[in-house]
């Protein structure tokens, strides 16, 4: 079973930049993957996906602040995150799964969590 660990949360201040990274066990190859975030107290929410191709969704309510990107060498994906708000606190996840009309996923990693202050 392929697992999958986040890195890269921690506490920044509104307005700033953070670079998440989520490291799979095994190949990544064939996969698309995804993030996800949860706020305290709301449901997970997807944030966007990337293709085995590269290319990517992204949430409208982030999007044009956060990427996704994927190095499928070193079996890795990337969020950038900029321009940071309070709302974006949370616990980030990535996801592996498959794209059906949406992004279904089946595999999850442990989250990471990342604050923003005022």
Same mark, same amino acid.
């Given at each position: ?27 990544? #190859? ?43 060498? /070193? ?9 940071? /708000? ?5 616990? #980030? #996840? ?7 009309? /949406? ?16």
């Amino acid at each position: 079973q392929v697992q999958l660990v986040e890195s890269g949360g921690g506490l920044v201040q509104a307005g700033g930049s953070l670079g998440l990274s989520c490291v799979a066990s095994g190949s990544i #190859y064939s996969t698309t993957m995804a993030w996800y975030r949860q706020a305290p107290g709301k449901q997970r929410e997807w944030i966007g996906h990337v293709t085995t191709g590269g290319r990517t969704n992204i949430a409208d309510s982030v999007k044009g602040r956060f990427t996704i990107s994927r190095d499928n060498p /070193k079996q890795t994906i990337y969020l950038q995150m900029s321009d940071l /708000k309070p709302e974006d606190t949370g616990v #980030y #996840y990535c996801a592996a799964g498959v794209l059906v009309i /949406k992004f279904l996923p089946n595999l999850w990693g442990r989250g990471t969590q990342v604050t923003v202050s005022s």
